[in-house]
């Protein structure tokens, strides 16, 4: 067996897909009509047309159990795109115990979105701020090696961006 994705249900698929492309830029792969599968790897369904397929059974929104989660380094610039936006925040952004930066916010129906920064950019930033490979580790709970790696990963990327 092979897990394929999540599945969330909304309301209104021009509004949520609005929400993901528009805001979040997702990129559809596949679109069902009331079903739309993004790049990444999670759909969203029509709730009136899911209810259908599982018997008329009930639909409870919003449990607070579940989130969608994303990653994008300049994150300072998204929250203030998601603020333009009127989005209503779970939390505006912070640092995780383990130095993360990331926010929560809803999505129009009212499903948590994480979106954080990755791995190799904590360290990238860590490392901008003067701290060592082991000061890294022992602030985020990640291994020397797993540190190590995640640097030279974020040091290839901005070789990169900076190459070309």
Same mark, same amino acid.
């Given at each position: 067996?092979?897990? #394929?994705?999540? %599945?969330?249900? $909304?309301?209104?698929?021009?509004?949520?897909?609005?929400?993901?492309?528009?805001? %979040?830029?997702?990129?559809?792969?596949?679109?069902? /009509?009331?079903? @739309?599968?993004?790049?990444g790897d999670f759909a969203i369904h029509l709730k009136s047309h899911f209810k259908e397929l599982i018997?008329?059974?009930? #639909?409870?929104? /919003? !449990?607070?159990?579940?989130?969608?989660?994303?990653?994008?380094?300049?994150?300072?610039?998204?929250?203030?795109?998601?603020?333009? !936006?009127? @989005? $209503?925040? @779970?939390?505006?952004?912070?640092? +995780?115990?383990?130095?993360?930066?990331? $926010?929560?916010?809803?999505?129009?129906?009212?499903?948590? #979105?994480? @979106?954080?920064?990755?791995?190799?950019?904590?360290?990238?930033? %860590? +490392?901008?701020? !003067?701290?060592?490979?082991? +000061?890294?580790?022992? %602030?985020?709970?990640?291994?020397?090696?797993?540190?190590?790696?995640?640097?030279?990963?974020?040091?290839?990327? +901005?070789?990169?961006?900076? /190459? /070309?």
């Amino acid at each position: 067996m092979k897990f #394929i994705c999540p %599945l969330i249900t $909304v309301s209104d698929i021009k509004r949520s897909r609005d929400f993901y492309e528009k805001l %979040l830029n997702q990129k559809v792969k596949y679109d069902f /009509g009331e079903n @739309v599968t993004f790049h990444g790897d999670f759909a969203i369904h029509l709730k009136s047309h899911f209810k259908e397929l599982i018997d008329n059974k009930e #639909i409870k929104q /919003g !449990g607070h159990n579940f989130e969608l989660y994303f990653e994008f380094d300049d994150i300072e610039k998204l929250v203030n795109t998601l603020k333009a !936006g009127d @989005v $209503v925040f @779970v939390h505006e952004l912070r640092e +995780q115990a383990w130095k993360q930066k990331v $926010v929560r916010f809803y999505d129009p129906d009212n499903h948590i #979105i994480e @979106v954080g920064e990755s791995m190799e950019h904590l360290v990238f930033r %860590l +490392q901008k701020e !003067g701290l060592s490979i082991e +000061q890294i580790s022992k %602030l985020t709970g990640m291994s020397v090696a797993l540190v190590n790696d995640l640097s030279e990963n974020a040091n290839r990327a +901005q070789t990169t961006n900076i /190459g /070309g």
